[in-house]
């Protein structure tokens, strides 16, 4: 029981620090990488959009992989941000999707990567870099 106690502060220690997911994931880049595009996708095939916690984690994590952004400045920016890339994309609730590979950019200062997949049916490519907003380099709705 103590041991699971001390685990939940720990956890909430991290969560209220806002501290990068990483250090609670285990994996290598490329792992981490793939769980946060696959945590935004889920959150707004679940949810949409609107002013809920989940939201705003999904917001935190789409920009700099945070689970918290405490400057309102900043928050505000990733929010826009992650708007414009939702619209973008064409995403709302009830998106169906597949991650179906990634992989490191060459030439990147490290961290960034490569995935693709597809949305609704449809092929996109999302470019993955550390502590950075996501984009695209192929939105779903590309073409349409």
């Known amino acids: 029981m103590r041991r699971r106690t001390a685990v939940g502060v720990v956890l909430l ?3 209220v620090a806002g501290c990068g997911v990483e250090a609670l994931l285990g994996g290598g880049e490329l792992e981490q990488a793939e769980e946060r595009l696959g945590f935004v996708l889920d959150t707004v095939s679940q949810i949409g959009t ?5 939201f705003q984690t999904a ?13 309102q400045g900043e928050f ?4 826009d941000g992650f708007r414009e890339f939702l619209r973008k994309g064409g995403l709302a609730k009830g998106l169906e999707y597949e991650i179906e590979g990634g ?8 961290g960034d990567f490569l995935f693709s997949g597809t949305a609704n049916g449809r092929p996109f490519e999302v470019i993955v870099p550390a502590k950075r907003p996501l984009r695209w380099q192929v939105a779903p709705s590309d073409g349409f």
């Open 13 to 15: 220690l991290l969560f």
């Open 50 to 54: 609107g002013d809920t916690v989940e």
């Open 59 to 71: 917001t935190c994590r789409f920009h700099s992989d945070k689970l918290v952004i405490r400057d």
């Open 76 to 79: 505000e920016l990733a929010y």
């Open 103 to 110: 992989e490191e950019i060459e030439g990147s200062a490290g």
